[in-house]
C-alpha cells in the first residue's frame, strides 16, 4: 500500500499533465544497450519549450522546485552548495524555479548561481562538455539538478564536465529515481543522491489514488523488479 511518501502536489501535477505515457519506449540507456527490456512506461517531465517537448508549465516547477528544497532539507544532511548546475537539457527549468523561491534561503544562506554546461556533437552522438567561454571557479561547491535519473552515464558525462573546470560535485539532487541504477553507480563512485521519491512510490501513489489499475500498476512494478 502506499506509504505517504510522495509529495501529493507534484505527483498529482505531473500526471495530470500527462507525464506519464504507457506503452513500450526506448531510452537514452538504449542507445548502450540496444537490446535492453523496453520499459511499459514513459515519463516526461520537461517543458514545451525543450527540443523533446513535454507537457510541463511554469507553475509546475515551481512546484517541483519546493519539493526538491523540502527533499534537501530531509534528506540532504548537511550538504553545502555555492551553485547549481542543471544537467541539459531537463534540468533547465527545474533550476530556473529553484532560484526564483525564496525556499533557497532555508538550505544555505548566501549568493548562488546558475553553472552552465554545453553538449558536443561526436559520431552522430551528443556528450555533456564544459560551455566554452563560462567562468568556473577552482573549489566552487557544486549541486548537480535533473529531473530524473535512470542509468547514471548521463549524470557522469555532467560530473565530469564540472570536475575537469577545478569545481566540486557535493551531490546530485532528482525529482524521480527511476530505481535502474543510477543510484547505486552513483553511489559506488562516491557521489550522493538526493531524490523526491521513487518511480515504485509513485505508482504506488497512483494506484491508492485510481489513476492506474492494478494490472498497469503489476505490469510496471515487475519491469522495475526484474530491470
Known amino acids: 500500500m502506499y506509504n505517504g ?15 506519464f505515457e504507457f506503452g513500450a519506449f526506448s531510452l ?29 508549465v511554469d507553475s509546475d516547477y515551481i512546484s517541483i522546485a519546493r519539493c526538491i528544497f523540502r527533499t534537501i532539507s530531509e534528506k540532504g544532511g548537511n550538504i553545502v552548495f555555492d551553485a547549481i548546475a542543471p544537467i541539459l537539457r531537463a534540468g533547465d527549468p527545474i533550476v530556473k524555479a529553484m532560484m526564483r523561491i525564496e525556499e533557497m534561503t532555508d538550505i544555505n544562506q548566501g549568493d548562488y548561481r546558475i553553472i552552465m554546461l ?3 556533437e561526436h559520431n552522430d552522438k551528443r556528450k555533456i562538455v564544459p560551455l566554452p567561454g563560462f567562468k568556473y571557479k577552482s573549489g566552487e561547491r557544486v549541486l548537480l539538478a535533473d529531473d530524473l535519473v535512470t542509468r547514471a552515464d548521463t549524470k557522469f558525462e555532467a560530473i ?18 527511476r530505481q535502474q541504477g543510477g543510484r547505486e553507480q552513483l553511489k559506488k563512485a562516491g557521489y550522493d543522491l538526493i531524490s523526491c521519491f521513487t518511480i515504485g512510490e509513485l505508482f504506488d ?23
Request: charge should be neutral; charged fraction near 30%.
Open 5 to 19: 511518501k510522495v509529495y501529493t502536489d507534484v505527483a498529482d501535477r505531473i500526471f495530470k499533465r500527462g507525464a
Open 28 to 56: 537514452k540507456l538504449h542507445e548502450i544497450n540496444p537490446d535492453a527490456p523496453l520499459p511499459p512506461f514513459y515519463l516526461n517531465l520537461r517543458d514545451r519549450n525543450n527540443p523533446k517537448p513535454g507537457s510541463l
Open 118 to 120: 554545453a553538449k558536443e
Open 160 to 177: 565530469r564536465a564540472i570536475e575537469s573546470e577545478g569545481s566540486v560535485i557535493v551531490g546530485l539532487v532528482v525529482l524521480v529515481d
Open 205 to 227: 501513489y497512483y494506484r491508492a489514488t485510481g489513476k492506474i489499475n492494478e494490472d498497469k500498476y503489476q505490469e510496471c512494478i515487475d519491469y522495475i523488479r526484474d530491470n
